[in-house]
Protein backbone atom coordinates (compact mmCIF):
# COMPACT_ATOMS: atom_id res chain seq x y z
CA UNK A 1 0.00 0.00 0.00
CA UNK A 2 1.29 3.51 -0.67
CA UNK A 3 1.29 5.81 2.57
CA UNK A 4 2.03 9.61 0.47
CA UNK A 5 1.04 10.70 -2.60
CA UNK A 6 3.02 13.08 -4.15
CA UNK A 7 0.98 15.86 -6.87
CA UNK A 8 3.26 18.81 -7.94
CA UNK A 9 5.93 18.62 -5.98
CA UNK A 10 3.89 18.71 -2.80
CA UNK A 11 3.64 15.04 -0.62
CA UNK A 12 0.75 14.69 1.46
CA UNK A 13 -0.18 11.11 3.24
CA UNK A 14 -2.96 8.66 1.46
CA UNK A 15 -5.49 7.44 3.90
CA UNK A 16 -3.49 4.93 4.55
CA UNK A 17 -0.83 6.44 5.95
CA UNK A 18 -2.85 8.42 8.14
CA UNK A 19 -4.31 5.44 9.16
CA UNK A 20 -0.26 4.06 10.17
CA UNK A 21 0.52 7.85 12.17
CA UNK A 22 -3.02 8.63 13.91
CA UNK A 23 -2.13 6.34 17.13
CA UNK A 24 1.10 7.61 17.53
CA UNK A 25 2.73 8.99 20.54
CA UNK A 26 4.50 11.27 18.31
CA UNK A 27 1.23 12.64 16.23
CA UNK A 28 -1.02 15.50 16.85
CA UNK A 29 -3.70 17.44 15.20
CA UNK A 30 -1.03 20.32 14.82
CA UNK A 31 1.94 18.43 14.12
CA UNK A 32 0.84 16.48 11.22
CA UNK A 33 1.33 16.42 7.32
CA UNK A 34 -0.90 18.70 5.70
CA UNK A 35 -3.47 18.04 3.75
CA UNK A 36 -3.50 18.80 0.07
CA UNK A 37 -6.85 21.33 0.79
CA UNK A 38 -4.34 22.92 3.62
CA UNK A 39 -1.68 24.04 0.75
CA UNK A 40 -3.84 27.17 -0.24
CA UNK A 41 -0.71 30.38 1.11
CA UNK A 42 -0.39 32.51 -1.99
CA UNK A 43 2.61 34.29 -2.61
CA UNK A 44 0.80 37.75 -1.42
CA UNK A 45 0.28 35.75 2.05
CA UNK A 46 4.21 34.78 2.63
CA UNK A 47 4.99 38.42 0.95
CA UNK A 48 2.34 39.84 3.49
CA UNK A 49 3.52 37.60 6.39
CA UNK A 50 7.58 39.39 5.83
CA UNK A 51 5.60 42.70 5.27
CA UNK A 52 4.08 42.34 8.77
CA UNK A 53 6.90 41.10 10.72
CA UNK A 54 10.18 43.22 9.04
CA UNK A 55 8.02 46.60 9.62
CA UNK A 56 8.70 46.47 13.35
CA UNK A 57 10.23 48.79 16.16
CA UNK A 58 13.47 46.40 16.45
CA UNK A 59 13.95 46.90 12.60
CA UNK A 60 13.08 50.70 12.64
CA UNK A 61 16.34 50.86 15.43
CA UNK A 62 18.66 47.90 14.18
CA UNK A 63 19.97 50.73 11.72
CA UNK A 64 20.21 53.33 14.75
CA UNK A 65 22.29 50.70 16.69
CA UNK A 66 25.15 50.10 13.52
CA UNK A 67 24.71 54.26 12.79
CA UNK A 68 25.49 54.52 16.91
CA UNK A 69 28.51 52.23 16.26
CA UNK A 70 30.15 54.56 13.50
CA UNK A 71 28.16 54.05 10.33
CA UNK A 72 26.78 56.15 7.81
CA UNK A 73 23.65 56.00 6.67
CA UNK A 74 24.08 54.17 3.54
CA UNK A 75 26.68 51.60 5.25
CA UNK A 76 23.95 50.73 7.75
CA UNK A 77 21.16 50.12 5.26
CA UNK A 78 23.67 48.18 3.15
CA UNK A 79 24.38 45.90 5.87
CA UNK A 80 21.12 45.09 6.59
CA UNK A 81 19.93 44.70 3.17
CA UNK A 82 23.11 42.20 2.42
CA UNK A 83 22.52 40.41 5.61
CA UNK A 84 19.11 39.54 4.57
CA UNK A 85 19.82 38.20 1.28
CA UNK A 86 22.41 36.21 2.95
CA UNK A 87 19.98 35.10 5.37
CA UNK A 88 17.16 34.67 2.56
CA UNK A 89 19.31 31.65 0.92
CA UNK A 90 18.53 29.06 4.30
CA UNK A 91 15.10 30.17 3.94
CA UNK A 92 14.51 29.50 1.20
CA UNK A 93 16.09 25.36 1.49
CA UNK A 94 14.59 25.12 4.21
CA UNK A 95 11.48 26.39 3.09
CA UNK A 96 11.29 23.68 0.34
CA UNK A 97 11.34 21.00 2.53
CA UNK A 98 7.82 22.43 4.24
CA UNK A 99 6.31 22.94 1.56
CA UNK A 100 7.12 19.66 -0.75
CA UNK A 101 5.90 17.38 2.59
CA UNK A 102 3.97 19.41 4.80
CA UNK A 103 5.39 19.04 8.26
CA UNK A 104 6.35 21.72 10.92
CA UNK A 105 10.05 22.37 12.06
CA UNK A 106 9.58 20.06 15.15
CA UNK A 107 8.84 17.38 13.06
CA UNK A 108 11.86 18.30 10.37
CA UNK A 109 14.05 18.36 13.45
CA UNK A 110 13.65 14.68 13.59
CA UNK A 111 14.89 13.78 10.18
CA UNK A 112 18.13 15.20 11.68
CA UNK A 113 18.45 14.87 15.26
CA UNK A 114 16.34 11.78 15.78
CA UNK A 115 12.81 11.46 17.24
CA UNK A 116 13.78 12.68 20.80
CA UNK A 117 16.80 14.71 19.40
CA UNK A 118 14.93 17.11 18.00
CA UNK A 119 13.86 18.77 21.19
CA UNK A 120 17.60 20.40 20.73
CA UNK A 121 17.28 21.87 17.95
CA UNK A 122 13.61 22.86 18.54
CA UNK A 123 14.22 24.10 22.41
CA UNK A 124 16.84 25.96 20.84
CA UNK A 125 14.92 28.06 18.81
CA UNK A 126 12.35 28.15 21.35
CA UNK A 127 14.29 29.80 23.85
CA UNK A 128 15.36 32.42 21.14
CA UNK A 129 11.71 33.06 20.09
CA UNK A 130 10.70 33.56 23.45
CA UNK A 131 13.84 35.90 24.26
CA UNK A 132 12.39 37.87 20.63
CA UNK A 133 9.06 37.45 22.24
CA UNK A 134 10.11 39.46 25.21
CA UNK A 135 11.82 42.07 23.60
CA UNK A 136 9.28 43.24 20.97
CA UNK A 137 6.45 43.12 23.73
CA UNK A 138 9.00 45.70 25.66
CA UNK A 139 9.02 47.88 22.51
CA UNK A 140 5.35 47.42 22.01
CA UNK A 141 4.71 48.43 26.22
CA UNK A 142 6.93 51.16 25.93
CA UNK A 143 5.30 52.51 23.21
CA UNK A 144 2.33 52.51 24.91
CA UNK A 145 3.33 53.90 27.69
CA UNK A 146 5.01 56.84 25.84
CA UNK A 147 1.95 57.56 24.20
CA UNK A 148 -0.70 57.16 26.82
CA UNK A 149 1.86 59.75 29.01
CA UNK A 150 1.68 62.40 26.29
CA UNK A 151 -2.09 61.97 26.25
CA UNK A 152 -3.77 61.89 29.90
CA UNK A 153 -2.06 61.70 33.30
CA UNK A 154 -0.68 58.30 33.09
CA UNK A 155 2.76 59.07 34.12
CA UNK A 156 1.19 59.61 37.56
CA UNK A 157 -0.20 55.31 38.08
CA UNK A 158 1.86 53.66 40.02
CA UNK A 159 4.58 51.01 37.92
CA UNK A 160 2.76 52.41 34.68
CA UNK A 161 5.99 51.15 32.27
CA UNK A 162 5.37 47.61 33.47
CA UNK A 163 1.86 47.81 33.27
CA UNK A 164 1.55 48.84 29.62
CA UNK A 165 4.20 46.30 28.91
CA UNK A 166 2.02 43.75 30.37
CA UNK A 167 -0.98 44.91 28.90
CA UNK A 168 0.74 44.27 25.50
CA UNK A 169 2.13 40.70 26.45
CA UNK A 170 -1.08 39.56 27.30
CA UNK A 171 -2.37 40.81 23.97
CA UNK A 172 -0.14 38.82 22.31
CA UNK A 173 -0.29 36.15 24.33
CA UNK A 174 -4.03 36.14 23.54
CA UNK A 175 -3.44 36.66 19.61
CA UNK A 176 -1.31 33.51 19.36
CA UNK A 177 -3.48 31.42 21.30
CA UNK A 178 -5.70 31.21 18.61
CA UNK A 179 -3.52 29.75 16.13
CA UNK A 180 -1.24 30.13 12.63
CA UNK A 181 -4.67 30.29 10.34
CA UNK A 182 -5.53 33.44 12.49
CA UNK A 183 -1.83 34.74 11.93
CA UNK A 184 -2.33 34.38 8.34
CA UNK A 185 -5.61 36.55 8.46
CA UNK A 186 -4.38 39.23 10.26
CA UNK A 187 -1.23 39.49 8.45
CA UNK A 188 -3.30 39.52 5.28
CA UNK A 189 -4.60 42.63 6.08
CA UNK A 190 -1.99 44.25 8.50
CA UNK A 191 0.53 44.56 5.56
CA UNK A 192 -1.09 47.21 3.22
CA UNK A 193 -1.65 49.05 6.82
CA UNK A 194 1.95 48.89 7.52
CA UNK A 195 3.37 49.90 4.08
CA UNK A 196 0.98 53.11 3.79
CA UNK A 197 1.97 54.07 7.61
CA UNK A 198 5.52 53.95 7.16
CA UNK A 199 5.42 55.88 3.93
CA UNK A 200 3.30 58.50 5.55
CA UNK A 201 5.79 58.63 8.10
CA UNK A 202 8.95 58.84 5.70
CA UNK A 203 6.88 61.72 3.45
CA UNK A 204 5.94 63.29 6.72
CA UNK A 205 9.46 64.02 7.87
CA UNK A 206 10.80 65.43 4.48
CA UNK A 207 8.41 67.59 3.96
CA UNK A 208 8.48 69.05 7.92
CA UNK A 209 12.61 68.74 7.47
CA UNK A 210 12.84 70.44 4.18
CA UNK A 211 14.83 67.63 2.95
CA UNK A 212 16.57 64.52 4.01
CA UNK A 213 18.06 66.11 6.94
CA UNK A 214 21.44 66.44 8.01
CA UNK A 215 22.38 62.65 9.14
CA UNK A 216 22.17 61.32 5.60
CA UNK A 217 24.71 63.44 5.12
CA UNK A 218 26.69 62.86 7.99
CA UNK A 219 30.20 61.19 7.31
CA UNK A 220 31.45 57.33 8.70
CA UNK A 221 33.41 58.14 11.84
CA UNK A 222 35.65 55.34 10.51
CA UNK A 223 39.28 56.56 9.46
CA UNK A 224 40.29 52.91 7.82
CA UNK A 225 38.91 50.46 6.16
CA UNK A 226 40.19 48.13 9.24
CA UNK A 227 38.10 50.23 11.36
CA UNK A 228 35.12 50.18 9.48
CA UNK A 229 35.74 46.10 9.05
CA UNK A 230 35.87 45.10 12.82
CA UNK A 231 31.97 46.87 13.06
CA UNK A 232 30.96 45.54 9.86
CA UNK A 233 31.15 41.76 10.22
CA UNK A 234 29.64 41.77 13.75
CA UNK A 235 26.97 43.77 12.41
CA UNK A 236 26.24 41.79 9.52
CA UNK A 237 26.13 38.39 11.82
CA UNK A 238 23.66 40.61 13.49
CA UNK A 239 21.86 41.56 10.77
CA UNK A 240 21.80 37.88 9.54
CA UNK A 241 21.18 36.73 12.78
CA UNK A 242 17.86 38.97 12.81
CA UNK A 243 15.74 36.41 11.08
CA UNK A 244 17.99 33.29 11.61
CA UNK A 245 15.60 31.90 13.38
CA UNK A 246 12.69 32.04 10.66
CA UNK A 247 15.66 30.34 8.63
CA UNK A 248 15.18 27.43 11.00
CA UNK A 249 11.22 27.21 12.00
CA UNK A 250 10.28 28.41 7.98
CA UNK A 251 8.58 24.72 7.53
CA UNK A 252 6.35 26.02 10.05
CA UNK A 253 4.55 28.20 7.82
CA UNK A 254 5.99 26.97 4.13
CA UNK A 255 3.81 23.51 4.98
CA UNK A 256 0.72 25.82 3.79
CA UNK A 257 2.77 27.00 0.74
CA UNK A 258 0.16 26.32 -2.65
CA UNK A 259 3.28 25.73 -4.40
CA UNK A 260 7.25 26.25 -4.06
CA UNK A 261 7.01 28.97 -6.69
CA UNK A 262 4.75 30.79 -4.35
CA UNK A 263 6.70 30.52 -1.47
CA UNK A 264 10.06 31.46 -3.12
CA UNK A 265 8.26 34.78 -5.12
CA UNK A 266 6.11 35.73 -1.77
CA UNK A 267 9.22 35.39 0.33
CA UNK A 268 12.30 36.67 -2.13
CA UNK A 269 10.31 39.77 -2.99
CA UNK A 270 9.08 40.90 0.85
CA UNK A 271 11.87 40.54 3.03
CA UNK A 272 14.82 42.24 1.84
CA UNK A 273 13.40 44.91 0.42
CA UNK A 274 11.15 45.43 3.56
CA UNK A 275 13.85 45.23 5.78
CA UNK A 276 15.80 47.93 4.04
CA UNK A 277 13.15 50.22 3.47
CA UNK A 278 12.02 50.53 6.92
CA UNK A 279 15.21 50.37 7.98
CA UNK A 280 15.88 53.61 5.72
CA UNK A 281 12.85 54.65 7.06
CA UNK A 282 14.06 55.08 10.36
CA UNK A 283 17.47 56.32 9.59
CA UNK A 284 15.78 59.57 7.34
CA UNK A 285 13.05 60.20 9.81
CA UNK A 286 15.31 60.66 12.75
CA UNK A 287 17.83 62.28 10.57
CA UNK A 288 14.68 65.25 9.86
CA UNK A 289 14.25 65.20 13.68
CA UNK A 290 17.23 66.93 13.99
CA UNK A 291 16.06 69.48 11.69
CA UNK A 292 12.53 69.62 12.90
CA UNK A 293 13.11 69.41 17.21
CA UNK A 294 16.61 69.98 17.53
CA UNK A 295 17.76 66.60 18.19
CA UNK A 296 17.66 62.77 16.96
CA UNK A 297 14.87 60.63 17.36
CA UNK A 298 15.07 57.14 17.21
CA UNK A 299 11.73 56.54 18.93
CA UNK A 300 8.49 56.88 16.92
CA UNK A 301 6.65 56.67 20.04
CA UNK A 302 8.23 59.98 21.32
CA UNK A 303 7.83 61.38 17.43
CA UNK A 304 4.09 60.65 17.73
CA UNK A 305 3.70 61.87 20.98
CA UNK A 306 4.41 65.92 19.63
CA UNK A 307 1.84 65.72 17.78
CA UNK A 308 -2.12 66.06 18.18
CA UNK A 309 -4.69 63.59 20.26
CA UNK A 310 -6.12 62.00 16.96
CA UNK A 311 -2.81 61.45 14.81
CA UNK A 312 -0.93 59.85 18.51
CA UNK A 313 -4.45 57.79 18.19
CA UNK A 314 -3.89 56.37 14.89
CA UNK A 315 0.53 55.96 15.68
CA UNK A 316 -0.19 54.15 18.91
CA UNK A 317 -2.77 51.48 16.81
CA UNK A 318 0.17 51.13 14.23
CA UNK A 319 2.86 50.53 16.54
CA UNK A 320 0.22 48.08 18.11
CA UNK A 321 -0.28 46.27 14.77
CA UNK A 322 3.50 46.24 13.69
CA UNK A 323 4.53 44.86 17.13
CA UNK A 324 2.00 42.20 16.84
CA UNK A 325 2.24 41.16 13.25
CA UNK A 326 5.92 40.59 14.26
CA UNK A 327 5.88 39.08 17.34
CA UNK A 328 2.91 36.53 16.60
CA UNK A 329 3.89 35.30 13.36
CA UNK A 330 7.66 35.17 14.39
CA UNK A 331 8.28 34.54 18.05
CA UNK A 332 5.59 32.13 19.46
CA UNK A 333 4.73 29.89 16.73
CA UNK A 334 8.05 27.84 16.85
CA UNK A 335 8.30 28.03 20.59
CA UNK A 336 4.73 27.01 20.46
CA UNK A 337 5.08 24.10 18.34
CA UNK A 338 8.63 23.26 19.85
CA UNK A 339 6.43 22.83 23.23
CA UNK A 340 3.89 21.05 21.48
CA UNK A 341 6.19 18.39 20.72
CA UNK A 342 7.94 17.27 24.09
CA UNK A 343 4.61 15.65 24.23
CA UNK A 344 1.89 15.86 21.65
CA UNK A 345 -0.35 14.35 23.22
CA UNK A 346 -1.01 16.01 26.32
CA UNK A 347 -0.37 19.98 25.04
CA UNK A 348 -1.80 21.93 22.06
CA UNK A 349 -0.45 24.86 20.45
CA UNK A 350 -2.75 27.26 22.50
CA UNK A 351 -0.87 25.75 25.75
CA UNK A 352 2.67 26.25 23.93
CA UNK A 353 1.87 30.19 23.22
CA UNK A 354 0.71 30.55 27.34
CA UNK A 355 4.12 28.97 28.28
CA UNK A 356 6.25 30.85 25.77
CA UNK A 357 4.83 34.13 27.01
CA UNK A 358 5.61 33.10 30.72
CA UNK A 359 9.44 32.13 29.45
CA UNK A 360 9.60 35.68 28.05
CA UNK A 361 9.05 37.65 31.27
CA UNK A 362 12.15 35.37 32.69
CA UNK A 363 14.22 36.06 29.99
CA UNK A 364 14.32 40.08 31.26
CA UNK A 365 13.61 41.48 27.78
CA UNK A 366 14.43 45.70 29.48
CA UNK A 367 18.17 44.01 30.45
CA UNK A 368 18.77 43.11 26.75
CA UNK A 369 17.36 46.47 25.53
CA UNK A 370 19.80 48.58 28.05
CA UNK A 371 21.99 49.62 25.27
CA UNK A 372 22.60 48.54 21.74
CA UNK A 373 25.68 46.72 22.22
CA UNK A 374 23.97 44.10 24.27
CA UNK A 375 20.77 44.35 21.85
CA UNK A 376 23.64 43.40 18.78
CA UNK A 377 26.39 41.64 20.37
CA UNK A 378 25.45 40.00 22.80
CA UNK A 379 21.37 39.20 21.77
CA UNK A 380 22.29 38.29 18.29
CA UNK A 381 25.89 37.47 17.58
CA UNK A 382 25.15 34.75 20.40
CA UNK A 383 22.21 33.60 19.41
CA UNK A 384 23.68 33.27 15.42
CA UNK A 385 26.46 31.39 16.99
CA UNK A 386 23.79 28.70 18.12
CA UNK A 387 21.57 28.87 15.42
CA UNK A 388 23.58 29.10 12.31
CA UNK A 389 24.97 25.16 12.94
CA UNK A 390 21.27 24.04 13.27
CA UNK A 391 20.72 25.68 10.04
CA UNK A 392 23.87 23.99 8.68
CA UNK A 393 22.81 20.83 9.56
CA UNK A 394 19.03 21.29 8.69
CA UNK A 395 20.29 22.07 4.54
CA UNK A 396 22.96 19.46 4.58
CA UNK A 397 20.31 16.65 5.65
CA UNK A 398 17.67 17.19 3.76
CA UNK A 399 19.30 18.98 0.18
CA UNK A 400 22.83 16.39 0.59
CA UNK A 401 22.59 13.87 2.62
CA UNK A 402 18.43 12.82 2.15
CA UNK A 403 18.46 14.18 -1.89
CA UNK A 404 14.96 15.57 -1.30
CA UNK A 405 13.01 12.36 0.08
CA UNK A 406 11.55 11.28 3.02
CA UNK A 407 9.54 8.38 4.18
CA UNK A 408 6.78 10.51 5.76
CA UNK A 409 4.90 7.96 8.10
CA UNK A 410 8.41 6.92 9.75
CA UNK A 411 8.66 10.62 11.37
CA UNK A 412 6.17 9.38 13.25
CA UNK A 413 7.90 6.31 14.74
CA UNK A 414 9.60 5.13 17.70
CA UNK A 415 10.87 1.76 15.16
CA UNK A 416 11.43 4.09 12.09
CA UNK A 417 14.62 5.21 10.49
CA UNK A 418 14.47 8.65 11.94
CA UNK A 419 14.15 7.36 15.51
CA UNK A 420 18.27 5.86 15.12
CA UNK A 421 20.17 4.71 18.00
CA UNK A 422 18.04 5.14 21.54
CA UNK A 423 15.84 8.57 19.87
CA UNK A 424 18.85 10.38 19.31
CA UNK A 425 21.35 11.11 15.82
CA UNK A 426 24.80 11.39 17.35
CA UNK A 427 25.85 12.61 14.11
CA UNK A 428 23.82 15.51 14.21
CA UNK A 429 24.85 16.18 17.92
CA UNK A 430 28.93 15.84 16.93
CA UNK A 431 28.53 18.18 14.31
CA UNK A 432 26.67 20.62 16.18
CA UNK A 433 29.08 20.59 19.17
CA UNK A 434 31.87 21.36 16.25
CA UNK A 435 29.61 23.91 14.40
CA UNK A 436 29.49 25.65 17.60
CA UNK A 437 32.98 24.82 19.62
CA UNK A 438 35.06 26.32 16.76
CA UNK A 439 34.20 29.49 16.42
CA UNK A 440 33.75 29.92 19.60
CA UNK A 441 37.44 28.82 20.55
CA UNK A 442 38.14 31.82 17.79
CA UNK A 443 36.96 34.67 19.83
CA UNK A 444 39.89 34.23 21.95
CA UNK A 445 42.31 32.77 19.08
CA UNK A 446 44.80 35.24 18.06
CA UNK A 447 44.37 36.28 14.74
CA UNK A 448 41.20 34.63 14.64
CA UNK A 449 38.80 36.44 15.95
CA UNK A 450 36.67 37.38 12.50
CA UNK A 451 35.73 33.63 12.89
CA UNK A 452 33.46 34.62 16.16
CA UNK A 453 32.63 37.70 14.53
CA UNK A 454 31.22 35.85 11.51
CA UNK A 455 29.87 32.99 13.59
CA UNK A 456 26.41 32.28 11.98
CA UNK A 457 27.88 32.22 8.39
CA UNK A 458 30.80 29.98 9.90
CA UNK A 459 28.89 28.05 12.26
CA UNK A 460 26.36 27.07 9.41
CA UNK A 461 29.56 26.02 6.71
CA UNK A 462 31.33 24.03 9.19
CA UNK A 463 28.73 22.13 10.39
CA UNK A 464 27.10 21.48 7.13
CA UNK A 465 30.65 19.62 6.04
CA UNK A 466 30.46 18.29 9.17
CA UNK A 467 27.12 16.55 8.72
CA UNK A 468 27.80 15.58 5.16
CA UNK A 469 30.93 13.84 5.78
CA UNK A 470 29.53 12.25 9.34
CA UNK A 471 26.50 10.70 7.89
CA UNK A 472 27.97 9.58 4.33
CA UNK A 473 27.49 5.69 4.53
CA UNK A 474 23.76 6.40 6.79
CA UNK A 475 21.36 3.46 6.50
CA UNK A 476 18.55 6.26 6.77
CA UNK A 477 18.49 7.21 3.66
CA UNK A 478 15.35 6.64 1.22
CA UNK A 479 16.56 5.36 -2.14
CA UNK A 480 14.58 6.72 -5.54
CA UNK A 481 12.92 3.15 -5.40
CA UNK A 482 11.98 2.56 -2.34
CA UNK A 483 10.55 6.15 -2.51
CA UNK A 484 8.61 5.29 -5.67
CA UNK A 485 7.44 2.25 -3.93
CA UNK A 486 5.74 3.91 -0.66
CA UNK A 487 4.62 7.08 -3.20
CA UNK A 488 1.53 7.69 -5.49
CA UNK A 489 2.31 10.20 -8.04
CA UNK A 490 -0.97 11.71 -9.44
CA UNK A 491 -2.55 14.84 -10.80
CA UNK A 492 -4.53 17.38 -9.14
CA UNK A 493 -7.70 16.61 -10.58
CA UNK A 494 -6.49 12.83 -9.60
CA UNK A 495 -6.16 13.33 -6.35
CA UNK A 496 -8.79 15.77 -6.00
CA UNK A 497 -11.18 12.56 -7.00
CA UNK A 498 -9.60 10.06 -4.43
Known sequence: MKSQ????????????????????????????????????????????????????????????G??????????????I?????????????????????????????R????????????????????????????????????????????????????????FFWALNVWIAYRGPEAIRRMEFWAAPTLIVMGLALLAWAVTAAGGWGPMLSAPSKFSSTGEFLKVFFPSLTGAISFWATLALNIPDFCRYAKSQKAQIVGQSLALPTTMGLFSFIGVAV?????????????????????????????????????????????????????LENLAPRRLTFGAGAIITGLAALLMQPWYLLENFGNYIFLWLGTYGALLGPIDGIAIADYWLVR?????????????????????????????????????????????????????WTAGLLISMIAYTMLMKNTVTNVSQAEYDKITEYGSPARSAAS
Open 286 to 338: ASATVVIFGEAIWDPAVILAKFSPFVIFLGTLGIILATLTTNVAANIVAPARA
Open 66 to 79: LISLGMNWWQAIGT
Open 403 to 455: KRRIHLVELYSYQGRYHYKSGYNKHAIWALVIGIAIPFACRYAPGLSFVWDNA
Open 81 to 109: ILGNCIVLIPILLNAHAGTKFGIPYPVYA
Open 111 to 166: LWFGSKGAHIPAMARAIVGAGWFGINCWFGGAAIDTLLVSMSGWENVPAHLPIAFL
Open 5 to 64: REVDGIVTLTAEGERLIKDSPLYNEGLRPTTQAEHHWTAYNFASLWIGMAICLPTYSLAA
